[in-house]
């Protein structure tokens, strides 16, 4: 049973361009969030997506957004990049259990992609 | 909004010593607490969680946490660390109701021989 599916693995853009970034969930989940894990530092939130949409986001611009497809799968898009966009995108899947708050929902995260801004 | 903090970055500890990483969060109101695991060049791992009930959990491979709310703190325990031990683990928190969770920086830590 496959895990949580991320492409690319790697990847460099130079400032202004735009990327996005892909997401298949573990086989079950209908629930993805995304993460940005900087150098040094633990991830932090983006967004939710379930039922095709944005349910949560946090702190970040709206040159991010992102979508989730009718069979789960998401994406991330920035656009503008930033030097300081550089960081490990975590893609995470869970299972949206009816009467438990989500965040209780345990996660199952992917192994990132690795962005680089030059 | 929840602010976690883990008070070491890094942490060398002899094998089959204990370890001990330390967690603070900034809220006392009801929330989920979780500790996972990053081994390189992987996503990370669930490695155990406090939903309600008893405060302390364990998980399946020795590791043991226990929930204070008076302290709101969540330390991670194990009484003999193997080499395989070495990674990075987070703390996370979410308050009930919410859809996000909140890390905490990481803590490295290393075993050696």
């Known amino acids: 049973d496959a895990g949580v599916t991320q492409s690319p693995t790697h990847l460099i853009k130079t400032r202004g361009q735009q990327v996005t970034l892909r997401c298949s969930p573990k086989s079950g989940h209908d629930t993805v969030s995304w993460y940005q894990q900087a150098l040094g530092q633990g991830p932090q939130f983006i967004f939710q997506y379930y039922e095709e949409e944005e349910r949560q986001r946090g702190n970040f611009p709206d040159r991010f957004s992102g979508h989730q497809f009718p069979n789960y799968s998401s994406e991330l898009n920035v656009n503008a990049l930033l030097l300081g966009d550089s960081a490990l995108y975590l893609c995470a899947s869970s299972f949206n259990l009816p009467g438990l708050s989500s965040g209780a929902n345990v996660l199952t995260f992917g192994a990132g992609s690795r962005l680089t801004v030059l | 909004a929840q602010s976690v903090t883990q008070l070491d970055s890094q942490v060398p500890v002899f094998e089959e010593a204990p370890v001990e990483l330390r967690c603070n969060y900034s809220s006392s109101v009801s929330v989920y607490l979780f500790w996972y695991v990053q081994y390189p060049n992987q996503g990370l791992q669930l490695l155990l969680k406090?939903?309600?009930?008893?405060?302390l959990v364990e998980s399946i491979n020795g590791f043991e946490a226990e929930f204070n709310k008076s302290q709101t703190s969540f330390h991670l325990r194990k009484p003999s660390v193997h080499i395989s031990d070495t990674a990075e683990y987070f703390c996370a928190v979410s308050d009930r109701g919410d859809y996000k969770l909140s890390f905490g920086a990481g803590t490295t830590v290393t075993v050696r021989a």
């Open positions: 406090y939903l309600s009930g008893s405060t």
